[in-house]
């Protein structure tokens, strides 16, 4: 994680597709850099201690730091552990149908008007299934878009792919962001109200804080 920067086309992306994000956060992505080994603490506690390398067990994960330094950890922590899970726990797949059942599942969705958006980074099994799954989404759009289908792909939660599919990245305020508050703040009474005023402050009134139609479709 500590070699992974945004790139200047990233950066460009983003300007055009999140013009609500301002000139200052954007120096900010620029510069920052994630830090593990400053901020997270891995523990393997084994189900029986018997030395062999294929021990079972339950892995801990710390995350300790600042918010600003530690709330971009959560999406690629768990998309690893997903990953790692699906490459040595549960091995019982394949990348086979991968494409035809996530345009199918799009069809039916799109045909049927549903509006929705991709959600499955921190539960896709690996990159590459993630990859699959939204060529299938994506065909079936251009097949919508043929036939007149009033449903829709909104977009996707993971930025990357956004920008390599041509689709708009989209997200939902974390509850994380209203518990904080509720933290520095000492009010649970009044959060939620005082979270959403500082976002409308942050962002304008043009921008929701989730939208309207949404149905998550994890990988």
């Excluded at 726990?89 to 049927?112: F, H, N, P, S």
Aim: charged share 25%; aromatic share 12%.
């Amino acid at each position: 994680m500590e070699n992974i920067r945004i790139t200047q086309e990233e950066l460009e992306f983003l300007k055009k597709t999140c013009s609500y994000l301002s000139t200052p956060y954007y120096h900010f992505l620029e510069n920052f850099t994630l830090k593990p080994k400053e901020h997270i603490t891995l523990t393997f506690l084994p189900h029986s201690d018997v030395g062999d390398e294929d021990e079972r067990g339950d892995i801990h994960m710390l995350v300790k730091g600042k918010w600003i330094d530690t709330i971009l950890y959560e999406i690629p922590l768990l998309a690893l552990t997903s990953e790692a899970y699906f490459k040595f726990i549960d091995t019982d797949w394949t990348y086979d149908g991968q494409v035809e059942k996530a345009r199918e599942k799009g069809r039916r969705l799109m045909e049927a008007g549903c509006v929705f958006s991709e959600f499955g980074s921190r539960r896709r099994r690996d990159y590459h299934t993630h990859d699959l799954i939204l060529q299938g989404l994506k065909e079936a759009q251009k097949e919508g878009e043929e036939k007149g289908w009033t449903g829709k792909l909104s977009g996707s939660s993971n930025v990357h792919f956004a920008m390599k599919f041509g689709i708009p990245p989209v997200g939902t305020v974390a509850h994380e962001w209203f518990m904080g508050v509720a933290a520095i703040t000492d009010s649970y009474k009044t959060a939620t109200e005082t979270a959403l005023d500082y976002w409308v402050a942050t962002f304008g009134r043009g921008v929701s804080p989730e939208p309207v139609e949404k149905m998550n479709t994890s990988v």
